[in-house]
T-cell receptor
Framework: DSGVTQTPKHLITATGQRVTLRCSPRSGDLSVYWYQQSLDQGLQFLIQYYNGEERAKGNILERFSAQQFPDLHSELNLSSLELGDSALYFC???????????FGSGTRLTVV | DQQVKQNSPSLSVQEGRISILNCDYTNSMFDYFLWYKKYPAEGPTFLISISSIKDKNEDGRFTVFLNKSAKHLSLHIVPSQPGDSAVYFCAASSSNFGNEKLTFGTGTRLTIIP
């Protein structure tokens, strides 16, 4: 157990639908990062939050949004889902003094 | 624009021999580099890192080498063990950008043959 919790582990939904992925960072970590891994692709950075505020944005589609709550958990909202959104979505958290992330085990999203 | 590249999608190595995984980067602002290991159905786990002020960092069977002039780093695993079979991601970060975003390569699948 890495200490970063992601739910659900698997999600199957239809095109056009909306889903919410949830992430609880390691205790004490203020930064949360969301990454997408599509088939045979590397980890693509989506967005970073630090202590409730958006810190950096990557290749995140306008149909996607995220937020970090006062208790530091984060949610990634994916709407108007398309087949191409099928991927593994990873959340990671980071302690301020480290460069390395701790990743959760991911949510596998399948859009049918 | 792929700023971190792992040009070998897969690599097979005999158990006990050395595994060498390579990574190239294009952004000269990167000053910290990491390797992550990923098993199926799990998130990536941190393996080893190196700062740009060093050219080598060693941790047990794992050694990372950094060649700044060539913008190249490599991960050496010796001796290779069956449990090393996984996907390895190279990642880079820059303190100059004011954020801690890691940029990942596409990964190399390492298979250790018993």
């Amino acid at each position: 157990d890495s200490g970063v919790t992601q739910t659900p582990k698997h999600l199957i939904t239809a095109t056009g639908q909306r889903v919410t992925l949830r992430c609880s960072p390691r205790s004490g970590d203020l930064s949360v990062y969301w990454y997408q891994q599509s088939l045979d692709q590397g980890l693509q950075f989506l967005i970073q939050y630090y202590n409730g505020e958006e810190r950096a944005k990557g290749n995140i589609l306008e149909r996607f949004s995220a937020q970090q709550f006062p208790d530091l958990h984060s949610e990634l909202n994916l709407s108007s889902l398309e087949l191409g959104d099928s991927a593994l979505y990873f959340c990671a958290s980071r302690a301020i003094e480290n460069y390395g992330y701790t990743f959760g085990s991911g949510t596998r999203l399948t859009v049918v | 624009d792929q700023q971190v590249k792992q040009n070998s999608p897969s690599l097979s190595v005999q158990e006990g021999r050395i595994s060498i995984l390579n990574c190239d980067y294009t952004n000269s602002m990167f000053d910290y580099f990491l390797w992550y290991k990923k098993y199926p159905a799990e998130g990536p786990t941190f393996l080893i890192s190196i700062s740009s002020i060093k050219d080598k960092n060693e941790d047990g069977r794992f050694t990372v080498f950094l060649n700044k002039s060539a913008k190249h780093l490599s991960l050496h695993i010796v001796p290779s063990q069956p449990g090393d079979s996984a996907v390895y991601f190279c990642a880079a970060s820059s303190s100059n950008f004011g954020n801690e975003k890691l940029t990942f390569g596409t990964g190399t699948r390492l298979t250790i043959i018993p």
